[in-house]
């Protein structure tokens, strides 16, 4: 089966209160921007996949729709291994395309991606809400309204400030007590001296991590940290492919690891390192880069077939005021259902792509 063609379309889709505006220390956002990939075959079937483009300024539709043809058409869309083996597109529109190729391979065979991978081990998957940066009050008052709606996990935003973040930790903590597991994620912010005292400060607070809290280079510096507090050390910038999580392992660098296919490369990588953290025995929990629906799916589809991924994964999705599927994802009780349905399990709207799409 080949590959006829690839067209990516740059969409953009407002968010909705509480999760909006979506506060870090570097920006706020109240949007979330997604490319989406169809690939079509000349066997008639046609694959979706997504990856993240959100805050990336020099981002130019026409370069990664070109650069996506040029060498993907006329490539066998069958055969995965040879994709990531010969692939030399950025890493993102890499993902975007791998995750269509799954897409197109499960249909073909009339599987879902998760029975491809292996099979499901959990019919559902739980996901974590997510908060921006807040007060305390409003931090209590969101922490409330997740534990009412059915969740069980909560990732903050941090990094602005160290008193912030403490006072955040403290509004949810009174709030809601230990009925949601706490993570925060200060997204490299600070020096390794600030973070052994930040970390040190949260103890008392008991969280479940905290999250790449320095940068991502040396890994030495978190293998450091982590001999410095009783608070778990989560990394996910240090997180780009297998060989670097080989490396956080063999380093005891981290308690918890956070790949995303988007910047790993796709299903398959992300799959990878999912069994090297079970023969570590090192949880693994998917990141959210705000995603849409096509890749929230392949969350769903790598979390149902992995073993290591058993805890709750990021997600904004619920945040959304609409998504480019036809039937967007139910979230209940903070789990999500697994597709059974061949492929990816979604199929994209055309009016809703063309109603959403810009410029890129």
Same mark, same amino acid.
């Given at each position: ?32 921007? @997604? ?7 000349? @066997?008639?079937?046609? #694959? ?16 990664? &729709? ?5 060498? %993907? ?21 890499? @993902? #975007? ?11 073909? $065979? ?26 305390y009050q409003r931090a209590g008052e969101i922490a409330t309204l997740y534990v009412e709606q059915g969740f069980r996990t909560l990732k903050t935003k941090a990094g602005a400030d160290m008193h912030e973040d403490l006072e955040m930790v403290r509004g949810v903590r009174d709030a ?18 600030? $973070?052994?005292?930040? $970390?040190? &400060?949260? *103890? +008392? !607070? ?20 982590? *001999? ?18 080989? &490396?956080?392992? @063999? ?42 629906? +096509? ?8 979390? %149902?077939?992995?073993? %290591? !991924? ?28 697994? +597709?059974?349905?061949?492929?990816? #399990? ?13 410029? #890129?």
């Amino acid at each position: 089966m080949k590959i006829l063609d690839v067209e990516v379309t740059v969409v953009e889709i407002p968010q909705t209160e509480p999760l909006a505006p979506y506060r870090s220390h570097v920006r706020s956002s109240s949007t979330t921007k @997604s490319a989406i990939v169809r690939v079509d075959t000349d @066997s008639g079937i046609t #694959g979706w996949g997504e990856y993240n483009v959100n805050f990336l300024p020099n981002l130019n539709h026409a370069k990664m &729709q070109s650069a996506a043809r040029d060498w %993907a058409v006329g490539r066998d869309a069958m055969n995965l291994s040879l994709f990531h083996r010969e692939c030399p597109l950025e890493t993102r529109l890499k @993902s #975007g395309i791998e995750l269509a190729l799954w897409d197109i391979r499960g249909k073909a $065979a009339s599987l879902s991606v998760a029975a491809l991978l292996g099979g499901v081990l959990r019919p559902r998957v739980e996901v974590a809400a997510c908060m921006g940066i807040q007060t305390y009050q409003r931090a209590g008052e969101i922490a409330t309204l997740y534990v009412e709606q059915g969740f069980r996990t909560l990732k903050t935003k941090a990094g602005a400030d160290m008193h912030e973040d403490l006072e955040m930790v403290r509004g949810v903590r009174d709030a809601v007590g230990d009925r949601l597991k706490l993570r925060i994620d200060p997204n490299r912010a600070y020096s390794p001296s600030q $973070a052994v005292e930040l $970390a040190r &400060q949260l *103890e +008392p !607070y008991e969280l479940e991590y905290l999250e790449q809290p320095i940068p991502a280079e040396p890994l030495t510096d978190a293998t450091w940290l982590r *001999e410095q507090t009783k608070t778990p050390i989560a990394l996910n910038e240090s997180v780009v492919n297998p060989a670097s999580v080989w &490396q956080i392992l @063999s380093l005891r660098a981290a308690e918890f690891i956070l790949p995303d296919t988007h910047i790993a490369g796709g299903i398959q990588p992300c799959v990878e390192i999912g069994h090297l953290c079970a023969a570590a025995d090192i949880p693994c929990i998917m990141h959210c880069g705000h995603d849409l629906g +096509p890749k929230t799916a392949a969350m769903l589809h790598i979390a %149902a077939a992995c073993e %290591a !991924y058993s805890l709750g994964n990021d997600s904004t999705y619920y945040g959304l005021e609409d998504d480019i599927i036809f039937e967007p994802w139910k979230i209940s009780a903070g789990m999500i259902e697994v +597709p059974e349905t061949p492929g990816l #399990g979604i199929e994209v709207d055309p009016d809703k792509l063309k109603r959403y799409a810009v410029d #890129g």
